[in-house]
């Protein structure tokens, strides 16, 4: 599939790459506050519960973009260059900002508030990392 380098999840973060493997964005919820962050940690950042006993959700993956560059050189191996990253604000979880790759390419035209969807890179058979793709006007 791929050369990258791949994700190492955790005891804490397993939850999250299974379900990416599947192509379902699932983000982890507090359980003490219902609040959706990420990445999880060993305490809510919004409660500081120290025990969030995070629940992994199925959320939408739309948003739009916030800002974006493009990445003309790599410092690891495995990715080829140019690509363009994008910052993206959920729109069920506002507060929540994910940065992937869009893979629409990196000469993509722009614009901040770009609707995006979630897509998903198959790094190897059981890995993937969630990507954006563009979903129309915004």
């Known amino acids: 599939m791929t050369n990258r380098p791949l994700p190492v ?5 397993a939850p999250y790459w299974a379900a990416c493997a599947e192509h379902v964005l699932k983000l982890p919820r507090c359980s003490s506050c219902g609040e959706f962050t990420l990445p999880p940690d060993v305490t809510c950042p ?3 519960s120290p025990e969030p006993d995070f629940t992994f959700e199925p959320v939408s993956g739309r948003g739009k973009v916030r800002t974006w560059t493009v990445i003309r050189h790599s410092f690891l191996s495995g990715f080829e260059v140019p690509f363009l ?3 993206v604000e959920l729109d069920d ?8 790759r869009l893979v629409d ?3 993509t035209p722009l614009r901040i508030g770009d609707r995006v969807a979630v897509a998903f890179e198959d790094l190897s058979s ?3 990392v969630p990507a954006f793709t563009l979903a129309g006007a915004s």
């Open 85 to 87: 990253l994008v910052d």
């Open 9 to 13: 999840p955790d005891e804490t973060s």
């Open 126 to 128: 059981d890995i993937a």
């Open 46 to 48: 919004h409660c500081q």
């Open 93 to 100: 979880q506002p507060h929540i900002r994910m940065v992937g």
């Open 105 to 107: 390419g990196p000469e």
